[in-house]
């Protein structure tokens, strides 16, 4: 059985929003931890948003190392109320989200990565089915925008368990829920 693995570039001040600020940030060392993450996975799940921005930028893309051609080639489900059609190697989660979540969690046998997509991560921590937060927190306060968790989020609990520090000064710190560990 796959886990639900969330990863969210967020500010100091925990924005996520629009996340061009992660660049001067992003070097070989942060590259090379994102491409174990990638290549551990079996399939990514995407929100609306997420989803409509990657595949815009990555169907294109080429590299010399396979991120590009592992992005583009694995399964992607998509969790949208709007959408009635999708591409890129991508299929539409239609029906009861948690249900259809924890159907691929059976599906696959390694991760499944969440990038960014703030919503689905809330409904799918409401549902008790992610299993890691992968939170890359960048040393820059943006001072607005969309927050992970935004005021009136209920209260979860969640335990660390690991920590990763890039010489960037960018850290990934990761949680899983309490009773979990």
């Known amino acids: 059985m ?3 693995v969330a990863l969210v570039y967020l500010s100091l001040d925990g924005v996520m929003e ?4 992660t660049a001067p940030y992003f070097d070989d060392e942060h590259g090379a931890y994102a491409h174990r993450q990638l290549f551990a996975a079996d399939a990514l799940l995407l929100g609306r ?3 409509e921005g990657f595949v815009q930028a990555w169907p294109g893309m080429t590299d010399e190392d396979g991120f590009a051609d592992r992005m583009n080639s694995m ?3 998509v969790a949208s109320t709007t959408l ?3 591409e890129w190697n991508a299929a539409l989660i239609e029906g009861d989200l948690a249900k259809e979540v924890a159907a691929l969690k059976e599906q696959y046998e390694n991760d499944i990565l969440v990038y960014g997509s703030g919503a689905l991560i809330r409904s799918l921590i409401a549902e008790g089915l992610v299993d890691e937060l992968k939170l890359w927190i960048h040393p820059v306060v943006v001072g607005k925008g969309k927050r992970l968790f935004p005021e009136g989020t209920p209260t979860s609990t969640w ?3 690991g920590t990763t520090a890039f010489t960037s000064g960018a850290m990934v710190l990761d949680y899983r829920p309490a009773g979990q560990e």
């Open 2 to 4: 796959s886990k639900i």
């Open 18 to 21: 629009s996340p061009s600020w």
């Open 49 to 51: 948003e997420t989803y």
């Open 75 to 77: 399964p992607k489900h």
């Open 84 to 86: 009635r059609t999708t």
């Open 159 to 161: 335990v660390p368990s």
